[in-house]
Nanobody, 121 residues
Framework: QVQLVQSGGGLVQSGGSLRLSCTIS????????MAWYREAPGKQRELVAA???????RYAGSVKGRFTVSRDNDKGATYLQMNSLKPEDTAVYYC???????????????WGRGTQVTVSS
């Protein structure tokens, strides 16, 4: 069974940086769209950044200019570089991807288990 394996995150002071990684556990799967979401206490899960297979990106207004999403298709991975972090960025961050098994057309959406990012003031 395929999984999205997340790493990175942790505790950082305001203004600091963190990098999140997300890797597909089985290489026979290809990711179409990949994205990062976050969920803060008492708030709904929201889209942070997304990147298409072609490399087109989009960002939430609150992170534009501070966060950068990228992907390495050879490694089946996506990354979220977070700079100039603010306390309001504190949340659990989730990786999301539409995965397609090689040779097939229909894809399915998968979620990582989430990783905590805490920004202290």
């Amino acid at each position: 069974q395929v999984q999205l394996v997340q790493s990175g995150g942790g505790l950082v002071q305001s203004g600091g940086s963190l990098r999140l990684s997300c890797t597909i556990s089985r290489s026979i799967f290809i990711a179409r769209n990949m994205a990062w979401y976050r969920e803060a206490p008492g708030k709904q899960r929201e889209l942070v950044a997304a990147i298409s297979l072609a490399g087109n990106t989009r960002y939430a207004g609150s992170v534009k200019g501070r966060f950068t999403v990228s992907r390495d298709n050879d490694k089946g991975a996506t990354y979220l570089q977070m700079n100039s972090l603010k306390p309001e960025d504190t949340a659990v961050y989730y990786c999301n991807a539409e995965l397609v098994r090689a040779g097939e057309i229909k894809g399915n959406t998968f979620w990582g288990r989430g990783t905590q990012v805490t920004v202290s003031s």
